[in-house]
């Protein structure tokens, strides 16, 4: 059974930069495809970004491109996000997930949450 543990989160100003991990346990972290989720306020859960099990191929919800990357650490069993150039539309509680595939986990089909870490950017 899969564990998931963000940290990272935390009030920032508008422009500026954090990064999130995930701490994966309980399973094979390598054979698991990452990826990461947000929710803001009222709204639904919404795809962030994917990596695949050996960091070859990312994804990204055409929001973030450009501004967020995803990366892992298979030695550390642990999934990044580094967020740069943040905005006020940002703030949300972001989750990580792992999957057994990109197709599925794209579409938030897994059983594996984290608890959630919280991101407020102020504007």
């Known amino acids: 059974q899969v564990q998931l543990v963000e940290s990272g989160g935390g009030l920032v100003q508008a422009e500026g930069s954090l990064r999130l991990s995930c701490a994966s346990s309980?399973?094979?972290?390598?054979?698991?495809?990452m990826g990461w989720f947000r929710q803001a306020p009222g709204k639904e859960r919404e795809f962030v970004a994917t990596?695949?099990?050996?960091?070859?191929?990312?994804y990204y919800a055409d929001s973030v491109k450009g501004r967020f990357t995803i990366s892992r650490d298979n030695a550390k069993n642990t999934v990044y996000l580094q967020m740069s150039s943040l905005k006020p539309e940002d703030t949300a509680v972001y989750y990580c997930?792992?999957?057994?595939?990109?197709?599925?986990?794209?579409?938030?089909?897994?059983?594996?949450w984290g608890q959630g870490t919280q991101v407020t950017v102020s504007s």
């Open positions: 309980g399973g094979t972290f390598s054979r698991y495809v």
């Open positions: 997930a792992a999957g057994l595939s990109i197709a599925t986990l794209n579409k938030g089909t897994t059983d594996y």
């Open positions: 990596i695949s099990w050996s960091g070859s191929r990312e």
